[in-house]
Protein backbone atom coordinates (compact mmCIF):
# COMPACT_ATOMS: atom_id res chain seq x y z
CA UNK A 1 0.00 0.00 0.00
CA UNK A 2 1.08 3.19 -1.05
CA UNK A 3 -0.89 6.82 0.18
CA UNK A 4 0.43 10.23 0.38
CA UNK A 5 -0.47 13.77 0.76
CA UNK A 6 -0.49 15.83 -1.46
CA UNK A 7 -0.95 20.11 -0.10
CA UNK A 8 -0.44 23.36 -2.69
CA UNK A 9 2.07 25.94 -0.87
CA UNK A 10 -0.28 28.79 -1.27
CA UNK A 11 -0.50 29.11 2.57
CA UNK A 12 0.28 26.86 5.97
CA UNK A 13 -1.56 24.17 6.80
CA UNK A 14 -4.55 24.05 8.81
CA UNK A 15 -5.96 21.58 11.68
CA UNK A 16 -8.17 19.69 8.73
CA UNK A 17 -4.57 19.50 6.08
CA UNK A 18 -2.99 17.93 9.52
CA UNK A 19 -5.88 15.85 10.14
CA UNK A 20 -5.52 14.43 6.24
CA UNK A 21 -2.46 14.13 6.41
CA UNK A 22 -2.01 11.73 9.53
CA UNK A 23 -5.11 9.68 8.20
CA UNK A 24 -2.96 9.02 4.82
CA UNK A 25 0.06 7.97 6.84
CA UNK A 26 -1.70 6.08 9.34
CA UNK A 27 -3.59 3.78 6.75
CA UNK A 28 0.04 3.33 5.53
CA UNK A 29 1.65 2.23 8.27
CA UNK A 30 -1.59 -0.15 9.75
CA UNK A 31 -0.77 -2.46 6.64
CA UNK A 32 3.19 -2.12 6.51
CA UNK A 33 2.55 0.38 3.53
CA UNK A 34 4.52 3.63 2.42
CA UNK A 35 3.45 7.17 3.05
CA UNK A 36 4.75 9.46 0.99
CA UNK A 37 5.05 13.61 0.49
CA UNK A 38 4.18 15.85 -3.02
CA UNK A 39 4.24 19.48 -3.04
CA UNK A 40 2.07 20.72 -6.37
CA UNK A 41 4.20 23.81 -6.17
CA UNK A 42 3.21 24.58 -9.91
CA UNK A 43 0.51 26.87 -9.34
CA UNK A 44 2.78 30.61 -10.56
CA UNK A 45 0.81 32.84 -9.49
CA UNK A 46 -0.33 31.17 -5.99
CA UNK A 47 2.33 28.67 -4.72
CA UNK A 48 4.91 30.51 -2.62
CA UNK A 49 8.54 28.82 -1.77
CA UNK A 50 8.24 30.01 1.57
CA UNK A 51 5.20 28.33 2.54
CA UNK A 52 6.84 24.99 1.31
CA UNK A 53 9.10 25.25 4.49
CA UNK A 54 6.50 26.04 6.23
CA UNK A 55 4.62 23.30 5.42
CA UNK A 56 6.82 20.56 5.87
CA UNK A 57 7.55 22.17 9.39
CA UNK A 58 4.20 22.37 10.41
CA UNK A 59 3.79 18.61 9.09
CA UNK A 60 7.01 17.33 11.18
CA UNK A 61 5.68 19.14 14.52
CA UNK A 62 2.69 17.06 14.37
CA UNK A 63 4.43 14.02 14.25
CA UNK A 64 3.97 13.45 10.70
CA UNK A 65 6.67 11.14 8.98
CA UNK A 66 6.89 10.42 4.86
CA UNK A 67 8.95 7.78 3.40
CA UNK A 68 11.47 8.48 0.64
CA UNK A 69 12.19 11.95 -0.68
CA UNK A 70 9.76 14.55 -0.97
CA UNK A 71 8.43 14.73 -4.74
CA UNK A 72 7.98 18.61 -6.01
CA UNK A 73 5.91 18.60 -9.11
CA UNK A 74 8.14 21.55 -10.63
CA UNK A 75 10.59 19.01 -10.99
CA UNK A 76 8.65 16.95 -13.05
CA UNK A 77 7.17 19.42 -15.59
CA UNK A 78 9.01 16.99 -18.04
CA UNK A 79 6.47 14.46 -17.71
CA UNK A 80 3.39 16.55 -17.89
CA UNK A 81 4.69 17.57 -21.14
CA UNK A 82 5.07 14.46 -22.57
CA UNK A 83 1.59 13.45 -21.48
CA UNK A 84 -0.28 16.86 -23.17
CA UNK A 85 1.68 15.74 -26.51
CA UNK A 86 0.45 12.12 -25.90
CA UNK A 87 -3.09 13.65 -25.60
CA UNK A 88 -2.63 16.17 -28.60
CA UNK A 89 -1.82 13.64 -30.69
CA UNK A 90 -4.67 11.62 -29.78
CA UNK A 91 -6.73 14.82 -30.98
CA UNK A 92 -8.23 15.35 -27.53
CA UNK A 93 -7.04 18.63 -26.55
CA UNK A 94 -7.52 22.38 -28.35
CA UNK A 95 -5.82 25.70 -27.53
CA UNK A 96 -7.98 28.30 -25.47
CA UNK A 97 -7.33 31.95 -25.97
CA UNK A 98 -9.99 32.87 -23.60
CA UNK A 99 -9.24 35.30 -20.60
CA UNK A 100 -11.15 34.74 -17.61
CA UNK A 101 -13.21 38.07 -18.21
CA UNK A 102 -14.25 36.28 -21.79
CA UNK A 103 -15.28 33.31 -20.16
CA UNK A 104 -17.10 34.91 -16.97
CA UNK A 105 -18.71 36.97 -19.53
CA UNK A 106 -19.81 34.30 -22.01
CA UNK A 107 -20.82 31.74 -19.48
CA UNK A 108 -24.49 30.86 -20.24
CA UNK A 109 -23.63 27.36 -19.33
CA UNK A 110 -24.50 25.79 -15.98
CA UNK A 111 -22.19 25.49 -12.88
CA UNK A 112 -20.93 22.17 -12.83
CA UNK A 113 -18.89 20.52 -9.93
CA UNK A 114 -15.66 22.51 -10.97
CA UNK A 115 -16.91 25.68 -11.61
CA UNK A 116 -18.62 27.54 -14.07
CA UNK A 117 -18.94 24.59 -17.10
CA UNK A 118 -16.44 26.50 -19.87
CA UNK A 119 -18.95 27.39 -23.14
CA UNK A 120 -16.25 25.97 -25.55
CA UNK A 121 -16.24 29.16 -27.14
CA UNK A 122 -12.86 28.35 -28.93
CA UNK A 123 -13.52 24.32 -29.54
CA UNK A 124 -14.77 25.41 -33.15
CA UNK A 125 -11.81 26.98 -34.26
CA UNK A 126 -10.18 25.89 -37.04
CA UNK A 127 -6.50 24.33 -37.29
CA UNK A 128 -5.17 27.50 -39.49
CA UNK A 129 -6.43 30.11 -36.84
CA UNK A 130 -5.40 28.22 -34.13
CA UNK A 131 -2.02 27.89 -35.92
CA UNK A 132 -1.75 31.25 -36.74
CA UNK A 133 -2.45 32.57 -32.99
CA UNK A 134 0.12 30.26 -31.82
CA UNK A 135 2.54 31.55 -34.00
CA UNK A 136 1.89 35.03 -33.16
CA UNK A 137 2.35 34.37 -29.28
CA UNK A 138 -1.02 34.23 -28.48
CA UNK A 139 -1.44 33.15 -24.86
CA UNK A 140 -2.80 29.74 -24.47
CA UNK A 141 -4.28 27.11 -22.27
CA UNK A 142 -5.31 22.98 -23.35
CA UNK A 143 -8.39 22.46 -22.96
CA UNK A 144 -9.45 18.87 -23.13
CA UNK A 145 -12.37 18.06 -25.53
CA UNK A 146 -14.72 16.55 -22.85
CA UNK A 147 -17.13 14.57 -25.10
CA UNK A 148 -14.72 13.12 -27.24
CA UNK A 149 -12.65 12.32 -24.93
CA UNK A 150 -15.61 10.43 -22.69
CA UNK A 151 -16.66 9.04 -26.07
CA UNK A 152 -13.21 7.38 -26.74
CA UNK A 153 -12.44 6.01 -23.69
CA UNK A 154 -16.12 4.39 -23.04
CA UNK A 155 -18.00 3.96 -19.86
CA UNK A 156 -15.86 4.55 -16.63
CA UNK A 157 -16.14 3.72 -12.55
CA UNK A 158 -13.06 4.11 -9.91
CA UNK A 159 -13.73 2.28 -6.55
CA UNK A 160 -14.06 3.57 -3.39
CA UNK A 161 -13.75 2.75 0.21
CA UNK A 162 -15.65 3.84 2.77
CA UNK A 163 -14.73 6.41 5.35
CA UNK A 164 -13.17 5.81 7.84
CA UNK A 165 -10.99 3.54 6.06
CA UNK A 166 -11.23 -0.35 6.40
CA UNK A 167 -10.77 -3.69 4.86
CA UNK A 168 -14.33 -3.58 3.67
CA UNK A 169 -14.94 -4.68 -0.43
CA UNK A 170 -14.61 -1.29 -3.05
CA UNK A 171 -17.73 -0.12 -4.12
CA UNK A 172 -17.85 0.94 -8.02
CA UNK A 173 -18.91 4.40 -8.30
CA UNK A 174 -19.55 5.47 -12.07
CA UNK A 175 -17.12 8.36 -13.26
CA UNK A 176 -19.15 11.36 -14.95
CA UNK A 177 -16.49 13.63 -16.06
CA UNK A 178 -18.95 15.19 -18.71
CA UNK A 179 -20.44 17.33 -15.88
CA UNK A 180 -16.93 19.13 -15.24
CA UNK A 181 -16.92 20.43 -19.22
CA UNK A 182 -13.46 20.75 -21.03
CA UNK A 183 -11.50 21.49 -18.23
CA UNK A 184 -7.87 22.99 -18.49
CA UNK A 185 -5.05 20.63 -18.59
CA UNK A 186 -2.26 22.91 -19.43
CA UNK A 187 -2.72 26.18 -18.35
CA UNK A 188 -1.75 29.36 -19.65
CA UNK A 189 1.83 29.83 -17.11
CA UNK A 190 1.90 25.98 -16.29
CA UNK A 191 2.37 23.09 -18.33
CA UNK A 192 -0.03 21.21 -16.40
CA UNK A 193 -3.25 21.99 -13.98
CA UNK A 194 -3.94 20.04 -10.89
CA UNK A 195 -5.80 17.18 -12.91
CA UNK A 196 -3.08 16.59 -14.74
CA UNK A 197 0.14 16.32 -12.85
CA UNK A 198 -1.88 14.76 -10.12
CA UNK A 199 -2.99 11.89 -12.03
CA UNK A 200 0.30 11.22 -13.42
CA UNK A 201 2.28 11.67 -10.11
CA UNK A 202 -0.02 9.64 -8.14
CA UNK A 203 1.00 6.77 -10.84
CA UNK A 204 4.41 7.55 -11.25
CA UNK A 205 4.35 7.46 -7.19
CA UNK A 206 2.84 3.64 -7.48
CA UNK A 207 -0.39 5.34 -5.32
CA UNK A 208 -2.44 2.57 -4.54
CA UNK A 209 -4.75 4.25 -2.02
CA UNK A 210 -5.68 7.92 -2.11
CA UNK A 211 -7.15 9.46 0.27
CA UNK A 212 -8.44 13.67 0.50
CA UNK A 213 -11.63 15.17 0.98
CA UNK A 214 -15.15 15.16 -0.32
CA UNK A 215 -14.32 18.33 -2.29
CA UNK A 216 -12.32 16.58 -4.92
CA UNK A 217 -14.73 13.87 -5.54
CA UNK A 218 -15.69 15.51 -8.84
CA UNK A 219 -11.75 15.49 -9.46
CA UNK A 220 -11.78 12.29 -9.08
CA UNK A 221 -14.34 12.03 -11.94
CA UNK A 222 -11.45 13.57 -14.11
CA UNK A 223 -8.43 11.68 -13.16
CA UNK A 224 -10.33 8.32 -13.83
CA UNK A 225 -10.75 9.77 -17.65
CA UNK A 226 -6.98 10.91 -17.30
CA UNK A 227 -5.70 7.64 -16.48
CA UNK A 228 -7.76 5.63 -18.88
CA UNK A 229 -6.67 7.84 -21.75
CA UNK A 230 -3.29 7.64 -20.73
CA UNK A 231 -3.40 3.59 -19.93
CA UNK A 232 -2.23 4.53 -16.09
CA UNK A 233 -3.96 2.71 -13.17
CA UNK A 234 -6.21 3.88 -11.08
CA UNK A 235 -5.95 4.06 -7.27
CA UNK A 236 -8.60 3.21 -4.94
CA UNK A 237 -10.30 6.16 -3.34
CA UNK A 238 -11.42 7.38 0.35
CA UNK A 239 -13.01 10.95 0.77
CA UNK A 240 -13.02 11.91 4.08
CA UNK A 241 -15.87 14.61 5.24
CA UNK A 242 -14.31 18.31 5.90
CA UNK A 243 -13.77 19.46 8.58
CA UNK A 244 -16.30 22.74 9.08
CA UNK A 245 -15.65 26.31 11.89
CA UNK A 246 -18.25 27.61 13.79
CA UNK A 247 -20.19 29.18 11.26
CA UNK A 248 -20.76 25.53 9.99
CA UNK A 249 -18.52 26.55 6.75
CA UNK A 250 -15.75 25.14 5.17
CA UNK A 251 -12.26 25.09 6.80
CA UNK A 252 -10.53 28.37 6.32
CA UNK A 253 -7.73 30.54 8.49
CA UNK A 254 -10.91 33.30 8.41
CA UNK A 255 -12.20 31.03 11.37
CA UNK A 256 -9.34 32.30 13.86
CA UNK A 257 -6.49 30.05 15.15
CA UNK A 258 -7.08 26.76 13.25
CA UNK A 259 -3.74 27.03 11.55
CA UNK A 260 -1.22 24.54 12.95
CA UNK A 261 1.11 27.34 12.84
CA UNK A 262 -0.77 29.15 15.16
CA UNK A 263 -1.60 26.37 17.71
CA UNK A 264 2.20 25.70 18.01
CA UNK A 265 2.15 29.37 18.75
CA UNK A 266 -0.20 29.21 21.50
CA UNK A 267 1.99 25.99 23.20
CA UNK A 268 -0.07 23.03 22.06
CA UNK A 269 1.35 19.74 22.75
CA UNK A 270 1.44 18.46 18.91
CA UNK A 271 1.45 15.11 20.28
CA UNK A 272 -1.93 15.20 22.50
CA UNK A 273 -3.17 17.08 19.23
CA UNK A 274 -2.25 14.28 17.25
CA UNK A 275 -4.08 11.76 19.35
CA UNK A 276 -7.24 13.96 19.70
CA UNK A 277 -7.24 14.04 16.00
CA UNK A 278 -7.06 10.79 15.29
CA UNK A 279 -9.95 10.19 17.52
CA UNK A 280 -12.09 12.92 15.55
CA UNK A 281 -11.84 15.12 18.85
CA UNK A 282 -11.20 18.74 16.98
CA UNK A 283 -10.10 22.04 18.69
CA UNK A 284 -13.28 23.49 20.06
CA UNK A 285 -15.51 24.90 17.15
CA UNK A 286 -14.27 22.83 14.65
CA UNK A 287 -16.16 19.67 13.54
CA UNK A 288 -16.94 17.08 10.87
CA UNK A 289 -19.20 18.34 8.33
CA UNK A 290 -21.97 15.94 6.55
CA UNK A 291 -20.39 14.01 3.67
N1 LIG B 1 -2.94 19.89 -3.86
C1 LIG B 1 -4.33 19.63 -3.65
C2 LIG B 1 -4.86 20.52 -2.58
O1 LIG B 1 -4.10 20.97 -1.75
C3 LIG B 1 -4.64 18.24 -3.16
C4 LIG B 1 -4.61 17.26 -4.17
C5 LIG B 1 -5.04 15.85 -3.85
O2 LIG B 1 -5.01 15.42 -2.69
O3 LIG B 1 -5.35 15.22 -4.81
O4 LIG B 1 -6.05 20.74 -2.55
Same mark, same amino acid.
Given at each position: ????? @??????????????? $??? @?? &????? #?????????? &????????????????????????????????????????????????????????????????????????? =??????????? /???????????????????????? $?????????????????????????? $????????????????????????? /???? @???????? #?? =????????????????????????????????? &??????????????????????????? $?????? @????????????
Amino acid at each position: MVTRF @APSPTGRLHVGHGWS $ALL @AM &DLARA #RGGSFRLRIE &DIDGTRSRPEHVAGIIEDLRWLGIAWDGDIVFQSARLDHYQSALERLKAMGLLYPCFCTRADIAASATAPHGP =EGPVYPGTCRG /LNDAHRASRIAAGHPHAWRIDMAR $AVARAGPLQWHALPFPPNDDVATAVP $AGPLAAGDVVLARKDAPASYHLSCT /LDDA @AMGVTHIL #RG =EDLRPATDIHRLIQALLDLPSPLYVHHPLLVGP &DGRRLAKRDGSIGLADLRAEGMDPQRL $ADDLRH @ARFPIGISLGSA
